[in-house]
C-alpha cells in the first residue's frame, strides 16, 4: 500500500467500502444498519468512483465542489441505472446491489489505471498534476493548481475571499453542534405539534360486498378502524333487511382494526351505525349496502377467521350475537337489541 | 469572463484587503456563527408553525421574523464583511438550501401534504410493487415517463428499507442541497469571486417556489440540480482546453440526459438556454468561440426532444390545455350549471376567496420591480465585459436574465398568467440571481469596483444595508408569490380548497383504504382536493367535468348520463364542502361557479346521494362518505 499513488488508493478503498457495504446490505435485517450501508450505496459510493475514474489527480474538481459532483454523480447514475436495470430484468434490491457493485468495480479499475503508481507520480509530471501524499504537498499541489487554474481561468483562489489554511477551533465545532442541536430542537418541536396538535380523531367504517365487484353478493364485510386517537368502545346498530336490528359493542386500541362478515338474504339492504359509547346519542358513521339490482343465489353458512396483528374478522350471521377479545385483549361484547 | 476586477479588491492599497486577524481566522471562519444564526432563524419559524397548530395568534410574526433571519443574516454577512473565506461563501451555499429545507420539513415533517407530489408516490409505489418503469397512472399520466426521481427514491428505499416518504425526503433534500451549491459553484466558476457567488446563491433562494415548491416530492426537483450542473459543465468546458474541454462536453451532455429523463419543462427549458449559449457566443470575439457549445446544444436537445417524442408520449397531451389557454387568450371557463336543480341560484356575484391579499400582492410586485430594475443593469455590466474574457455561458445568462420583461407581460396578459409565470420563475431566477449578485458584489460599499458614472448621491444609496435590504424583499416578495398561498402558509387545521391545509388524515386514510381495498381502479369523482388525493394515493381514474353531481339538489336522469358518459363508479363527498367556502375559489376542478362561490354548498347537494337507488353507502368516517354506484348499474 506503501507504494500506491492517492487515486490507485482511494479506487481500492471504493471498491472495498463498496463491496463490504453491499455485502453487509444483503445479509443484514437490522433497520439502522440497513441504513447505515444504503444510503452510501445509494446516493455517495457510485458517484466517487466516476468523479474518482474522470479525475483521479484531482485536477478539474477538489474540495466541496467535488463532494457536490460525488452526490450528483451518484444520482445521474442512479437515475440511468434504473433505466437500464428496467431493461435486463427489474428494479429489485438484488439488482441494485449488482449494479453499484459493478460499475464501482469497472470505474474502480479505471481510475486504477488512470491513477498510476506513485512512482510515476513522483518523476516528470506537470506541477500541479501529482496527486500529493502528504499536508505539505497537498498545500504545494493546490497553489500551483491554483497558479495553473488562474492561468486557464479556473481558480478558487480569486476575488474577494481568502483561503483558509488553520485547524478548526473547539469553539467552532461547539458552535456547530450548537447549530444542529438548534435544528434537532425545530424538528422535534414540529413532530411533536404536528402530531398532536392538529391531529384528527375519528372512526373509519366501512362494507363491501364479497367479491366487492358483486353488488348481488350475499357476503359482505363490515370494518372499522379506531382513529380516535385513544382506546374507545364503539356501539355498532346492524339492520339487515326487514328485520330489527342487532347491537354490538367492539373496544378498539386506537389504529385497531374489527372485521366482521355479514350474511344477508337475497336483496337485502345492509345498514350498520356506529356510535362511541361515550357519546351514545351521536352517530359517528354510518354505512350501507343497498338492494342489489342483481341478485344471484345462495346464502352461505357462518365462518369464523382471526388475521394476525391488530385485526379481527369475525362472522355475524343476522341477529345473532358474539363475544370474543380482540388480539390485543381488548374485550369485544355483543347484546342483542330489540 | 475577466474576473471582475478581484486584483482590486484585494490589492495591498484596498480598504479590503485582508488583515493579518482575517488572515488568521480559523478553519471555517464565521460559518459556524452563520449556521447557528440561521439554525436559530429556522427555530423561530419552528416554533411560529407550532403557534399555528395551536391557533396562536401570534404564530405569523415569529414565521416572518425567522424567515428575514435566515436571509438577513448571509445577505448581511456577504455584504458588509470586507473580506471573506472561501470557506464561508461555500458555507452560505451549503446552508441557504439545508435551512429552507428544514422549512419545509417543519412544516410537514411526517408526510408529503402537497398534491402533486402524491402522484409521483403511485409512481414509486408502483416501480416497487412491479420492479419496472414506465406503467400507467391513473393520477398523472407524464409521471412515469418522467421517472427520474421516482428512480433514485425506490432505489434508496430497497437500499434502505425506508418508506416511499423518508426516502423521498432524503432525495428531494439532496438534489434541493445540489441545486444551491451548483449555483455557487456556476457563479463562482463566471466571476471567480466567491462573495458574488454566495450571493447569488442567496438570492436564488429568493424565488417563490424555492421553498417548497421546488423541494417538494415532485419530478422537477431531481432536474433543477442537473439543469444547473449543464450550466456549470458548460462553463467548465468553456474555460479548459483539448480533452478536459472534451470531457467536461461529456459530462453536461450526460447532466443534460439525467434531465431529460426527468422533467419535460426544466428539459425544454435547457434547451432553449443552450440555444441563447449558442447565440451568445455569435456576439463574442472570434477567439473565444468554440464548436463544441453548439455540439453540446445539438446533443442534449436531441436528447430531450428524443425522450419527449419515443418514451414521454403523453407530454404533447399534458400541455394541450396549457398552450390552448395560451393561444386562446382567455381564460378557461366551463359552462355554467345546471338547469332547474342547480343549488347555485340567482345573480352570481364574485366571492371572498380565489384571490390573493393585496398585501402579498403588494409585496411580490415591489420585489419583481427590484428583479426589473438590477436585471439590465447586470446584463449591461457583463455585457461589457464582452471584450474581456467574457465566455458564452456568462453572456447567455445575462441575455437570460432580461427574460423577467418577458415574465410580467406573461402574467399580465396570458389566460394562465399567474400559473405560468410564477412557474417561469424558477428558471428565469437563475439567470437573474447572477446578474443581481454581480450588480451588488462588484460595487460593493467602499473600495469596491468601480460604478461608472453613478452619483455620490446613488453610490451612498447603493450601500450594504439598501443591498441587505433589497434582498429581504426579494425573499418577502418570493413567500408571498410562491407556494403554500397565504391562507395555508402557516400549518393547522383542515381548511377547504387551501391546497397543504387540505390534506389531513380523512383523506389520506380514505386514500389509503381506497387503495387497499377497491381492487378495481374504475374511476371517482369529488371536489378537487378529495379526488387527487384518492385518485393518486388510491389508485383510481379521477374523473374531472364531474362538478355537476354535486351542485343539483336532486339526482337527475342527466346525473345519471354523467356518470354513465364520465365512467364514474365511485362518488366521494367530502361533507366539509357544505361548511367551508373553497379558499382557492372552487371546489371541483372544471368548477363552473370557481371564484363566484359565497356560501357554502347547501347539505342537500351531497344528502342526495343517500337515496338513489341501488347505490351503496360504502365507507363513512363523519367527514367523507364514498357511494358506490355499481349496484346502480353504473361503474
Not at chain 2, 473600495?447 to 451612498?460: C, F, K, Q, S, Y
Amino acid at each position: 500500500m506503501g507504494t500506491l499513488s492517492s487515486p490507485r488508493r482511494s479506487s481500492l478503498a471504493l471498491i472495498i467500502g463498496t463491496d463490504v457495504c453491499a455485502a453487509i446490505a444483503a445479509v443484514t435485517t437490522q433497520p439502522v444498519v440497513t441504513v447505515v450501508v444504503g444510503l452510501p450505496l445509494a446516493l455517495f459510493l457510485p458517484g466517487a468512483a466516476l468523479v474518482l475514474a474522470v479525475d483521479p489527480r484531482r485536477r478539474q474538481v477538489q474540495g466541496a465542489q467535488r463532494l457536490m459532483w460525488t452526490v450528483a454523480a451518484s444520482l445521474g447514475m442512479v437515475i440511468l441505472g434504473g433505466l437500464l436495470l428496467n431493461v435486463l430484468g427489474g428494479l429489485t434490491r438484488t439488482s441494485w446491489l449488482l449494479l453499484i457493485t459493478a460499475s464501482v468495480l469497472l470505474q474502480g479499475v479505471v481510475a486504477w489505471l488512470r491513477g498510476g503508481s506513485a512512482t510515476e507520480s513522483a518523476s516528470g509530471l506537470p506541477a500541479g498534476t501529482a496527486e500529493p501524499v502528504s499536508s505539505v504537498e497537498t498545500e504545494a499541489a493546490e497553489v500551483g493548481a491554483a497558479a495553473h487554474a488562474r492561468e486557464s481561468g479556473t481558480s478558487e483562489l480569486s476575488g474577494s475571499t481568502i483561503q483558509s489554511r488553520h485547524p478548526v477551533g473547539i469553539r467552532q465545532v461547539a458552535l456547530l453542534i450548537a447549530a444542529a442541536v438548534v435544528a434537532a430542537g425545530g424538528m422535534l418541536l414540529s413532530v411533536s405539534s404536528a402530531s398532536t396538535a392538529s391531529r384528527e380523531s375519528f372512526v373509519q367504517a366501512w362494507i363491501l360486498t364479497q367479491p366487492p365487484d358483486d353488488p348481488g353478493s350475499t357476503k359482505a364485510q363490515f370494518g372499522i378502524t379506531n382513529h380516535e386517537g385513544r382506546r374507545e368502545q364503539f356501539i355498532l346498530n346492524e339492520t339487515i333487511g326487514l328485520s330489527s336490528p342487532s347491537q354490538q359493542v367492539v373496544t378498539l386500541d386506537d389504529r385497531q382494526t374489527w372485521r366482521a362478515e355479514i350474511l344477508r338474504k337475497s336483496g337485502d339492504q345492509v345498514v350498520v351505525t356506529v356510535r362511541l359509547t361515550s357519546r351514545p346519542q351521536t352517530t359517528v358513521a354510518t354505512v350501507r349496502l343497498a338492494v342489489a339490482a342483481r341478485i344471484p343465489h345462495g346464502t352461505s353458512g357462518s365462518t369464523t377467521t382471526t388475521r394476525p396483528g391488530t385485526t379481527k374478522t369475525t362472522t355475524i350471521p343476522p341477529k345473532s350475537t358474539v363475544t370474543s377479545t380482540s388480539a390485543s385483549g381488548a374485550t369485544t361484547s355483543t347484546a342483542p337489541s330489540h | 469572463m475577466r474576473p471582475l476586477e478581484s486584483h482590486d479588491l484585494v490589492s495591498s492599497k484596498d480598504p479590503v484587503e485582508a488583515s493579518p486577524t482575517e488572515n488568521a481566522r480559523s478553519g471555517l471562519g464565521r460559518a459556524p456563527e452563520l449556521a447557528l444564526g440561521m439554525a436559530f432563524g429556522t427555530l423561530l419559524i419552528a416554533l411560529g408553525f407550532a403557534a399555528s397548530r395551536s391557533r396562536q395568534s401570534w404564530a405569523s410574526e415569529l414565521y416572518w421574523a425567522g424567515q428575514v433571519t435566515i436571509y438577513a443574516i448571509p445577505a448581511g454577512f456577504l455584504l458588509f464583511r470586507r473580506p471573506i473565506l472561501r470557506v464561508e461563501a461555500v458555507a452560505i451555499a451549503f446552508l441557504m438550501p439545508v435551512t429552507t429545507y428544514l422549512v419545509l420539513l417543519f412544516y410537514s415533517p411526517t408526510r408529503f401534504l402537497f398534491l402533486d407530489e402524491f402522484s409521483h408516490v403511485q409512481t414509486a409505489q408502483t416501480i416497487l410493487s412491479t420492479h419496472h418503469l414506465f406503467h400507467i397512472s391513473t393520477s398523472l399520466a407524464v409521471s412515469p415517463q418522467f421517472p427520474g426521481l421516482e428512480v433514485a427514491t425506490t432505489c434508496v428505499a430497497s437500499l434502505t428499507n425506508l418508506s416511499i416518504t423518508a426516502s423521498g425526503f432524503i432525495v428531494a433534500g439532496a438534489a434541493h442541497v445540489l441545486v444551491g451549491l451548483a449555483l455557487y459553484f456556476l457563479v463562482s466558476q463566471l466571476t471567480h469571486d466567491h462573495r458574488i457567488a454566495a450571493l447569488a446563491a442567496v438570492i436564488y433562494a429568493t424565488s417563490p417556489h424555492y421553498q417548497f415548491f421546488d423541494s417538494y416530492f415532485i419530478y422537477e426537483v431531481m432536474a433543477l440540480p442537473f439543469f444547473l450542473l449543464v450550466l456549470l459543465g458548460m462553463a467548465r468546458m468553456l474555460d479548459e482546453k483539448g480533452v478536459a474541454a472534451n470531457i467536461w462536453a461529456v459530462v453536461t451532455i450526460a447532466c443534460g440526459a439525467a434531465v431529460a429523463v426527468s422533467h419535460h419543462v426544466t428539459g425544454f427549458w435547457l434547451v432553449g438556454t443552450l440555444f441563447v449559449f449558442c447565440v451568445a457566443q455569435l456576439l463574442l470575439p472570434k477567439g473565444v468561440r468554440t464548436p463544441r457549445v453548439p455540439i453540446v446544444f445539438v446533443a442534449v436537445a436531441a436528447t430531450v426532444l428524443t425522450w419527449d417524442l419515443v418514451v414521454a408520449t403523453s407530454t404533447w397531451s399534458y400541455f394541450k390545455p396549457v398552450f390552448q389557454a395560451f393561444i386562446g387568450g382567455k381564460p378557461y371557463k366551463p359552462p355554467r350549471p345546471l338547469g332547474a336543480t342547480s343549488v347555485i341560484t340567482g345573480t352570481l356575484q364574485r366571492g371572498p376567496t380565489g384571490n390573493a391579499r393585496p398585501v402579498d400582492s403588494a409585496i411580490e410586485y415591489l420585489s419583481i420591480l427590484f428583479f426589473m430594475a438590477l436585471a439590465p443593469l447586470g446584463a449591461l455590466r457583463i455585457w461589457r465585459d464582452r471584450r474581456d474574457g467574457l465566455r458564452a455561458v456568462g453572456l447567455g445568462l445575462a441575455i437570460s436574465s432580461l427574460s423577467i420583461f418577458a415574465i410580467v407581460v406573461l402574467r399580465l396578459g396570458a389566460a394562465n398568467g399567474t400559473v405560468l409565470a410564477a412557474r417561469s420563475l424558477t428558471f428565469v431566477i437563475i439567470p437573474i440571481s447572477f446578474v443581481c449578485a454581480v450588480m451588488m458584489g462588484r460595487s460593493w460599499g467602499i473600495g469596491g469596483t468601480r460604478v461608472p458614472r453613478t452619483t455620490n448621491l446613488a453610490r451612498r444609496m447603493w450601500n450594504p444595508v439598501t443591498k441587505t435590504a433589497v434582498i429581504v424583499v426579494f425573499a418577502l416578495g418570493g413567500i408571498a408569490g410562491g407556494y403554500p398561498n397565504y391562507y395555508s402558509r402557516l400549518p393547522g387545521p383542515y381548511l377547504m380548497g387551501a391546497w397543504e391545509r387540505s390534506i389531513d388524515s380523512h383523506n389520506l386514510t380514505a386514500a389509503s383504504w381506497v387503495g387497499t381495498s377497491l381492487t378495481s381502479n374504475a374511476g371517482l369523482a369529488s371536489d378537487f382536493f378529495t379526488a387527487q388525493t384518492l385518485s393518486a394515493l388510491g389508485h383510481k381514474y379521477n374523473r374531472k367535468n364531474t362538478a355537476g353531481l354535486f351542485l343539483t339538489s336532486q339526482f337527475t336522469s342527466s346525473d345519471y348520463q354523467l356518470i354513465r358518459t364520465s365512467h364514474v363508479r365511485y362518488v366521494v363527498v367530502d361533507r366539509r364542502m357544505t361548511t367551508m367556502l373553497p379558499n382557492d375559489g372552487y371546489y371541483f376542478a372544471a368548477d363552473p361557479a370557481r371564484n363566484f362561490y359565497s356560501k357554502p354548498l347547501p347539505r342537500i347537494a351531497i344528502d342526495k346521494f343517500n337515496s338513489i337507488p341501488g347505490v351503496s353507502r360504502i365507507y363513512d368516517d363523519g367527514t367523507i362518505i364514498i357511494y358506490d354506484f355499481m349496484g346502480a348499474g353504473h361503474g
